[in-house]
């Protein structure tokens, strides 16, 4: 029987170990759920599918925003992004449920047509790729410490070179693992890569605990990061990594849809728990790291971990590991938005698997030029945060919902949807100004 969704038209590769013909966990045999202990649909799985939707690249930059907006602020605002990401993920698993469709891009096109659709469709392309290419900056960031360690800054051998050069480095690792897990053609058939890399990003949690104890504070950490943000551009830059920090918007959608009994209420629990537990993350991970590095806190942490590491500490070895494995995890999420987005405007009647797998590689391909023409990981996060994020996070949720009730609604819900409207305006307006300040700043310090 033909599927119908998300996954008719995803145009990519089935996975190997997905299941064979059964639609839900309910229609599968007693041993197979008893085999499987991660099923797909099940609420388990689309409570790792979010985690995972979320967590990534962000979570490097949460000890340098911390000293940017100071510790007490940046906690303040971490929590806040927390629960405005629950809103606004209520507000897309609402209007896919009641409209009907089953993703972003059917409902932006029924409820706008295609005009607006378009103009979506780019902010989705915008925040995907840009995503993708913070990923593929943060593997040669993980690796090249080691890399360096091991050959030198200037090798001569031709492999010592690949390993050590950024843009090398890049493009090996861009064609060897991350394009091939961007083929897979559900969100579902890389369920257990998602569990790993949500199981890996928790260990830099850790490591930021044991860093500090055994280390202790940075003779840099003063009383002042407690509560003092550097200046007011270094506050609205934390505010953009904090939107990027939990921007997951573009897989609700498809996460919400796969779910075996694809409810509100059972979505709202999902969500409920990730959040949660990827803002406990966060604060773990950011503020110890910061007490450990006080003002030499980079604005991705790998960096100020490489000393530790130069010097042979294993439990930095292994975060270093695992923060790898979480970012490769995290790549696929990207890229399947993007598929999806592009096959919808394309229509395709035949081919989908083909036109699919070309534009999983054309958006990996650009993601890796922006990757080597701006390499810092922060800037990145603050141009697509405000930029794109901004609209996918805000913006289009709550204007989807005006449009979908059609003025019939309480006082309190058009308050509700104006209030997100007006957030995701200010972060788009000041936040992209400050963002491109910052990455005009980068290239004349570059350039020096």
């Not at 915008?126 to 943060?138: D, L, M």
């Not at 090249?144 to 800054?153: D, N, Q």
Request: with cysteine; glycine share 6%.
């Amino acid at each position: 029987m033909p599927k119908s969704g998300p996954a008719a038209f995803a145009g990519g590769l089935e996975s190997p170990i997905a299941e064979k013909g059964y639609e839900t966990t309910r229609e599968r045999p007693q041993w197979n759920c008893l085999v499987d202990l991660l099923p797909a649909g099940s609420e388990t799985a689309a409570v790792f599918n979010v985690m995972k939707a979320t967590l990534g690249a962000g979570i490097l930059s949460l000890p340098f925003t911390m000293l940017s907006a100071g510790l007490a602020l940046g906690l303040i605002l971490l929590t806040v992004m927390a629960g405005l990401s629950v809103l606004s993920v209520g507000l897309i698993v609402r209007v896919v449920h009641k409209s009907g469709r089953d993703t972003y891009e059917e409902v932006v096109d029924l409820l706008f047509g295609r005009g607006w659709g378009f103009l979506y469709q780019l902010a989705m392309f915008v925040f995907c790729f840009g995503t993708s290419a913070v990923y593929i900056v943060t593997i040669y960031d993980i690796v090249s410490p080691v890399t360096i360690h091991a050959f030198g800054k200037d090798p001569e051998v031709w492999y010592a070179i690949v390993l050590t050069n950024r843009m090398y480095f890049s493009v090996l690792i861009t064609v060897i693992v991350l394009l091939p897990v961007s083929l897979m053609k559900t969100i579902n058939s890389i369920r257990y890569l998602t569990l790993t890399g949500s199981l890996c990003a928790c260990f830099l949690a850790i490591t930021s605990l044991y860093v500090v104890i055994r280390y202790g504070a940075a003779t840099t950490f003063t009383s002042d990061m407690l509560w003092k943000p550097l200046n007011v551009s270094s506050l609205v830059s934390a505010f953009n990594t904090y939107l990027f920090a939990f921007a997951n918007q573009p897989n609700i959608p498809e996460i919400f849809t796969e779910l075996s009994t694809p409810t509100p209420r059972t979505m709202r629990k999902v969500t409920l728990i990730s959040i949660f537990s990827v803002l406990l993350l966060y604060a773990v991970e950011g503020c110890p790291f910061l007490v450990a590095y006080g003002t030499n806190t980079k604005s991705n942490i790998l960096i100020s971990l490489g000393d530790r590491l130069n010097e042979g500490d294993l439990v930095v070895a292994v975060a270093f590991l695992m923060t790898a494995v979480t970012v490769v995890s995290s790549f696929p999420l990207n890229i399947y938005p993007v598929r999806i987005t592009i096959l919808h405007s394309l229509r395709p009647e035949r081919n989908k698997t083909v036109i699919g797998m070309v534009v999983s590689t054309l958006t990996v391909g650009l993601a890796l030029c922006v990757a080597i023409i701006l390499p810092d990981v922060n800037i990145i996060l603050g141009v697509v945060g405000a930029m794109a994020g901004s609209v996918i996070c805000f913006l289009t949720p709550a204007a989807l919902n005006m449009k979908l009730d059609r003025g019939d609604v309480f006082v309190r819900d058009r308050i509700y949807y104006c209030f997100m409207i007006t957030i995701g305006l200010v972060a788009f307006l000041m936040g992209t100004c400050i963002a491109i300040l910052d990455a005009l700043k980068f290239y004349r310090q570059r350039t020096l």
